[in-house]
């Protein structure tokens, strides 16, 4: 390892001394003037300095460089003679200014370095700590429906026949509603497996957004066929760059959030706008509205299994975070307000610069 | 039903095979489960079941080499049982002769639903088709190339007409982007998929209330479309 580094600095000192000279000797042949030659080895030297490791490599080309002109570029040509007039004051000048460079350009070199690493640390931090919270959240999220389901069986099990035919029903039924709740949450937590890892990004495609949603409240209403929702999309077709089985899923997590807490049996609407190149999907309950304390921290996965409703059978927990991660993905925006009669979701995505669908008719009369 | 109809059910996993048994002896199948692609292929060979379904997930052969061997001598119906996140899984089945899938997790009446949809098409294979499709209010009559909804006629172009009545006469299963970009556009047509959705929201926009909600031409997402069926 110091071996290489040695080896690189000495490439690097000796390549860029030995263009100098080269230039140098070009210029001294045609103009004979040895000012130009000592700015071009201070170049150098500031050059070794800047692509070399530590500070010697900077401050042995500075000295070499003194050497250098003083044995070719000065009378007698090819001699070393530091006694003529005036020369030893340059080139204690040029040592000297040659060596500052180089430790300047060194520092800072280092000091650019410490920077990124501080940098790198500080954005690893937020990660790992992101990581946390959501494994946090997923192990509460978790383990709540699956302890009703094994509780459930084995009381079944092991009390079946003590039981009354509508206990077992009763129980079958909490199984069985658990199980779609677990369900919910895996495909939540594979959603976000579509999301490139390196660049938080998504693969994106034109789709018509009247697919997206239709599809998204078809899975809906298989999950919960009993809640009402209105939804207004623009009659002009819309095409919009997306995953779109992610904001398929943003729209069903905001749909069932919207029938799960906003404890009201009102119809939720859903309506979609344009807006200067954007798209604004807005998700509207008629209910209780949010808790204001819990703004803050709503996408932040953990919030809502932190405070009040420890049976968070039904809490947010990861969905609201996962709805964020996946807007984020697509250079989104999410947000939540309390309107007069209830609580508002919006997501905005950029349209990109084919929006709307002119109308290519492929109609053939 | 004087004879019971056979199902081959191919699956690994012990509870969900158990489980599809239990639903399709419920609705007087007689079933036969598989739990590799070897065993399978000979129970099919052997047994000539009428229905097929087909979880991709084997753990010796890959789900798509069966279908492939199955579809060399026979043309029996197959449902393809798979996971969410798989489109392209899903797709590379349906292309490769699949008749229709399921996702993994799927309820009762959804899946004797998909069965009863898959034996009506294969048993039409030998005879013509209907040549009127009616659904709700939606009636398209294919003698005579009309579409009317209502009650009232709609105007389709060509393209739009040859689309709705594909879908149509194949009305419960999914047909993919591929499948109708090659049936109206040609071997050759481009991957690009965007002119089909443009012409299927033309379409939705003409036979349909609210595109947002439609009720007769329904999306499956990185899949196809599937029309309903009564």
New interface residues.
Partial sequence: MKRAVLLHNIKITLFLLTAATLLSSVFFLLSHNSANVAILYVLATMLVAQNTVGYVPGIAAAFLSVIFINFVFTYPYLELNFTLDGYPVTFLGMVIIASLTSTLTTHLKEQTQILKEREHMLIEAEKEKMRANLLRAISHDLRTPLTGIIGSAESYLEQESALSGDAKAKLVENISVDAQWL?HMV?NL??V??INDQTACVKTT???L??????A??RFRKRLPDAVVH???PDQ?L?IPMD??LI?QVLINLLENAVYHSGSQMPVD?QVSVEENQACFHIRDYGTGLDPEAMDSLFDGYASTRNHCSDSHKGMGIGLSICKTIINAHHGQIFAKNHPNGAEFTFILPLGELMY?SE?????? | MSQKLTAVIIEDEKNICRFIESILAGESYKTISASTGTEALSVIASQCPDIILLDLGLPDMDGMDIIRSVRSFTATPIIVISARTQENEKVAALDWGADDYITKPFGTSELMARIRTALRHSSHQGGGSDSVYSCGGLVIDFEKRLISLDGEEIHLTQIEYKLVSMLAKQAGKVLTYDYLMRQIWGPYSDNNNQILRVNMAHIRRKLERNPAEPEYIFTEIGVGYRMREE
């Avoid at chain 1, 009247?210 to 599809?215: G, H, L, N, W």
């Avoid at chain 1, 290519?360 to 009369?365: G, K, P, V």
Wanted: net charge negative.
């Fill in positions: 369900l495909e594979l959603s497996t579509r034109l789709e018509p009247e697919e997206v949603v239709s599809s409240l078809q939804a207004r999309i077709l095409m779109a089985t398929e859903l669908e290519t008719d492929s109609s053939d009369h």
